[in-house]
């Protein structure tokens, strides 16, 4: 008996992902738990296991396809134990593999799904695409076997004309009382404007066309979401870092022993929950469809890793708990696995803020783009020597050679306000500037 093997689902939000390698060819012999193929999903490369001990006997995909979840990636023969229940999760039949082939009975297309005769066939992750863009499956056309509704059905249902309402709909809507919408509910798609077609620009000289996708594609989708969604406005600052480099540099040392990188980042990571903890709705992120803000009492802080393939925000956890060294050693740790596409999806979830670092790089001031849902982020430039005013104890005024750095905090404007982000953005000063007052918030 044969049997199929579909890109499971990998985590919540994730539809699609890039074939990256596949280790297998026709005709090899697989157990269960060998590597079979390398996909990339939501920044991450993640290697599936066979689920079964049998014949590879149809591959389905290549190097650099694009698939859904839930789509066939491979077809499998005498398969050990076929007779037995199938592994949680697998939908994996004959009849998938029939989906190939040519009925052996003519019986005429399939009638549309209708919701008088029960649920629309749909996968998992075709459901959640029409949750996500407010589409009534039972509006769809479907095109898949049996009159199952595809997600590629339901994005171009979504992408065309809004279907008229029906007669049943038109009567029960008439019936329903009018609900005064929350004033912070978004109509994402009735608001969305369709991107208008380019121009052929090769008329006016040579031109190379690259795909969209694998890293690209991810972060594309993630910023276009984010700018879309959030009201974005920022507070800018400078912070002197002068004791705090000379501290750095006395001890990154001693921290390198230990295998970790004592970088400005790092205290950064501190000085950010010192703020989060004073300004709770900075670590929080907003429901608009139940009209509620979620406060999180859990300091979970992203930090963007500059890759070959492009940024990454891996989550360094419970950032509270852990003390400078710790905080060095997991970061350097967690940044070479990210830039070796050896970071586990799991490691790039449940942030609750973001730190991005440009300085490394020289970049100065700049506006990031928050990491939705998240409601605020915190970026850093380059830190220079630059002339200061001071003022001794005698009250005289002077100049000195500072070293200064730039700092940027993005927030959410329907969560907090200007004032919030200015008392926000100077608790991470305060903290930056004295080291002493930067260890004693330490928990």
């Known amino acids: 008996m044969s049997r199929v093997f579909k890109l499971p689902d990998l985590g919540e939000g994730i539809h699609e992902g890039e074939v990256l390698s596949l280790f297998v060819s026709e005709g090899d012999e697989i157990r269960e738990g060998d590597p079979l193929l390398e996909v990339e999903t939501d920044k991450a490369a993640v290697e599936i296991p066979s689920p079964y001990t049998g014949t590879v006997e149809e591959i389905r995909v290549a190097e650099g396809d694009i698939v859904e979840v839930g789509e066939v990636l491979v077809v499998f023969s005498d398969v050990a134990g076929a007779e037995e229940a199938e592994p949680g999760g697998q939908e994996s039949s004959d009849e998938d593999i029939k989906e190939k082939k040519p009925a052996k009975q003519a019986q005429g297309p399939p009638e549309p799904a209708s919701n008088s005769k029960g649920p629309v066939p749909a996968s998992p992750s075709t459901r959640r695409l029409a949750r996500e863009l407010h589409v009534d499956l039972a509006d769809v056309p479907p095109s898949g076997p049996a009159g199952r509704v595809t997600a590629e059905d339901v994005k171009k249902f979504a992408e065309g004309h809004e279907k008229a309402p029906s007669e049943e709909k038109k009567q029960v809507e008439a019936k329903t009382p009018k609900k005064k919408p929350s004033v912070v509910k978004q109509e994402a798609v009735s608001a969305r404007i369709p991107s208008p077609e380019l121009p052929d620009f090769s008329k006016w000289g040579e031109i190379e066309k690259v795909p969209l996708r694998s890293l690209r594609r991810a972060t594309a989708r993630q910023m276009a979401l984010s700018w879309s969604q959030v009201p974005h406005v920022s507070n800018q600052d400078l912070a002197d870092v002068t004791r705090l480099e000379a501290f750095r540099r006395k001890q990154k040392d001693r921290v390198a022993e230990k295998g970790g990188k004592l970088t400005l980042t790092v205290f950064a990571l501190k000085a950010a929950v010192a703020a989060l903890k004073a300004y709770p709705y900075f670590n929080a992120s907003i429901d608009t469809e139940a009209g509620e803000i979620i406060l999180k009492n859990y300091y979970h802080i992203g930090v963007a890793v500059n ?46 803020f973001t730190i991005t670092n440009a300085g490394p790089m020289g970049g100065g001031y700049f506006s990031p783009i928050i990491n939705y849902p998240e409601a605020a982020i915190l970026g850093l430039g380059q830190a220079r020597m630059q002339p200061a005013v001071t003022r001794s104890p005698e009250g005289k005024y002077g100049f000195s050679a500072r070293l200064m750095m730039p700092v940027v905090v993005c927030f959410d404007h329907r969560i907090a306000d200007g004032v919030d982000a200015i008392y926000f953005t100077r608790k991470i000063i305060d903290a930056l500037e004295d080291p002493d007052e930067l260890f004693l918030n330490m928990v």
């Open 307 to 352: 890759s070959d393939e492009g940024l990454v925000v891996p989550v360094v956890r419970d950032v509270d708990r852990k003390s400078i060294t710790e905080l060095a050693v997991e970061l350097a740790d967690l940044a070479e696995r990210t830039r070796q596409r050896k970071v586990s999806l799991e490691e790039l979830r449940g942030g609750t």
